[in-house]
T-cell receptor, first 113, second 114 residues
Framework: ETGVTQTPRHLVMGMTNKKSLKCEQHLGHNAMYWYKQSAKKPLELMFVYNFKEQTENNSVPSRFSPECPNSSHLFLHLHTLQPEDSALYLC????????????FGPGTRLTVT | AQSVTQLGSHVSVSEGALVLLRCNYSSSVPPYLFWYVQYPNQGLQLLLKYTSAATLVKGINGFEAEFKKSETSFHLTKPSAHMSDAAEYFCAASGAVGASKLTFGTGTRLQVTL
């Protein structure tokens, strides 16, 4: 595998389910990010991790819980989601936090029913 | 706070015509600037980046962008559009000092017609 991979690519879940999104980067980067992309809205940064430590949480509801066990892996744990949480969730990584381009995974298309 | 403005949420050009996608940033210091492309059901792919070296930046797929500090602009161009260029394009900026994230524009959807 190369670049940034995300699994699953598609996920349908009920409002009472618990599921997790996985992201893995094969680029040797130190920073990882979760974004939410909804139709007709700008890309929303959710969480930032640098060297496994969370450095940013942009007022994301607690039903989204990130986990970064090491610099290569990033998870987004989901529970009791709302229909408005349906979106494309993108993971990205960069060499460092500042001034470096981010490389994106293909995203997980989440539908909450 | 840093902001990025993309003029025109939709742009339509004929195949073979010039592509011009506009991006303006607001920053008190020249930021790092990026253009990304997103094809349907895919993530964002880096087209090119400006990091205070040459003001004219060449990217992949024949795209280029010119950094103009006096206009706080970083417009994306391609001399001749191809059908495969149809996608959504995002301009993004990262602060040169202190900022830890990219600020994205709202995107421009490029349509290429025959």
């Amino acid at each position: 595998e190369t670049g940034v991979t995300q699994t699953p690519r598609h996920l349908v879940m009920g409002m009472t389910n618990k599921k997790s999104l996985k992201c893995e980067q094969h680029l040797g980067h130190n920073a990882m990010y979760w974004y939410k992309q909804s139709a007709k809205k700008p890309l929303e940064l959710m969480f930032v991790y640098n060297f496994k430590e969370q450095t940013e949480n942009n007022s994301v509801p607690s039903r989204f819980s990130p986990e970064c066990p090491n610099s290569s892996h990033l998870f987004l744990h989901l529970h009791t989601l709302q229909p408005e949480d349906s979106a494309l969730y993108l993971c990205a990584s960069s060499q460092e936090l500042q001034g470096y381009e981010q490389y994106f995974g293909p995203g997980t298309r989440l539908t909450v029913t | 706070a840093q902001s990025v403005t993309q003029l025109g949420s939709h742009v339509s050009v004929s195949e073979g015509a010039l592509v011009l996608l506009r991006c303006n940033y607001s920053s008190s210091v020249p930021p790092y600037l990026f253009w990304y492309v997103q094809y349907p059901n895919q993530g964002l792919q880096l087209l090119l980046k400006y990091t205070s070296a040459a003001t004219l930046v060449k990217g992949i797929n024949g795209f280029e962008a010119e950094f103009k500090k006096s206009e706080t602009s970083f417009h994306l161009t391609k001399p001749s559009a191809h059908m495969s260029d149809a996608a959504e394009y995002f301009c993004a900026a990262s602060g040169a000092v202190g900022a830890s994230k990219l600020t994205f524009g709202t995107g421009t959807r490029l349509q290429v017609t025959l």
